[in-house]
Nanobody, 126 residues
Framework: QLQVVESGGGLVQPGGSLRLSCEASGFSLSYYAVGWFRQAPGKGREWISCISVLGGSTRYADSVKGRFTISRDNTKNTVYLQMNSLKPEDTAVYYC???????????????????WGQGTQVTVSS
């Protein structure tokens, strides 16, 4: 079964940091671009970052640029999202996802992604 699993969420104070992990099972994540999305209560799913197969290309939404860093370790079949300077408005369920096909560089369109995790909750609050 092809799946990705997120971990690393939790409760953090404003200004704090968290590192999320996205690990694949049943397939090699190293052949695919990977994206991170989030969904806040009452809002739609928002694309926030993506990374190409070898990590040479990364993109960020304006809302997280300069605070979040995406990276990957293909030897561990894992992609990371380092989140610094967290704000209350970053509170959301965070999802990682992989496209259904190889060849994408760093897509931001949700419809391209077919392998989704269950999400990990990030809460930023004092």
């Amino acid at each position: 079964q092809l799946q990705v699993v997120e971990s690393g969420g939790g409760l953090v104070q404003p200004g704090g940091s968290l590192r999320l992990s996205c690990e694949a099972s049943g397939f090699s994540l190293s052949y695919y671009a990977v994206g991170w999305f989030r969904q806040a209560p009452g809002k739609g799913r928002e694309w926030i970052s993506c990374i190409s197969v070898l990590g040479g290309s990364t993109r960020y939404a304006d809302s997280v640029k300069g605070r979040f860093t995406i990276s990957r370790d293909n030897t561990k079949n894992t992609v990371y999202l380092q989140m610094n300077s967290l704000k209350p408005e970053d509170t959301a369920v965070y999802y990682c996802a992989a496209p259904g096909e190889r060849g994408y560089v760093c897509p931001f369109q949700p419809e391209i992604y077919t392998h989704w995790g269950q999400g990990t909750q990030v809460t930023v609050s004092s």
